[in-house]
């Protein structure tokens, strides 16, 4: 898989750790985040790699900052992206699954590096399972449309 990684300042330790641990998983990982501590906006990084995603530039994407919260919100602003963020690899897994997610957010601030790396296996091994979850992914794309995004 082709991914997008991005970060700010207070992702980019744990953004190195994933990249290097996707690249290991045999994933090919595009760097699209801040490349260093000093101080970065979070939604210029969640809003570059949406854009990539969304564009096909790429599979899918991890998004990292203090929370995953502000960067998942900011990803989420693209049109076609569904960006979960999540702290746990269960959510991760279902989120790929139900929601047929194109993004995964997480905070480093809230997860650890092994969790991390649990987290980015869960949301890249699952697949959408369609059926009943495609409906309600069609009626989050409807939003979408209604709101002229």
Not at 8 to 36: N, P, W
Not at 37 to 61: L, Q, S
Request: aromatic share 6%; hydrophobic share 40%; proline share 1%.
């Amino acid at each position: 898989m082709r991914i997008g990684i991005g970060n700010d300042h207070a992702g980019y330790d744990l953004k190195l750790a994933i990249a290097a641990h996707l690249a290991a998983r045999g994933h090919e990982v595009v760097d699209y985040g801040h490349h260093g501590t000093d101080r970065a906006d979070y939604p210029v990084y969640g809003r570059i790699v949406a854009e990539a995603v969304a564009a096909g530039e790429v599979e899918g994407g991890v998004v990292i900052c203090g929370t995953g919260v502000g960067i998942s919100i900011a990803a989420n602003k693209v049109r076609g992206i569904r960006c979960a963020c999540v702290s746990e690899p269960f959510s991760a897994l279902l989120s790929r699954q139900h929601n047929n997610s194109n993004m995964v957010a997480f905070g480093a601030r809230v997860v650890g590096e092994d969790l991390a790396k649990m987290i980015v296996d869960c949301w890249t091994d699952g697949e959408f399972q369609g059926g009943r979850h495609a409906d309600r992914v069609g009626l989050i794309t409807a939003i979408e449309d209604e709101q002229g995004r």
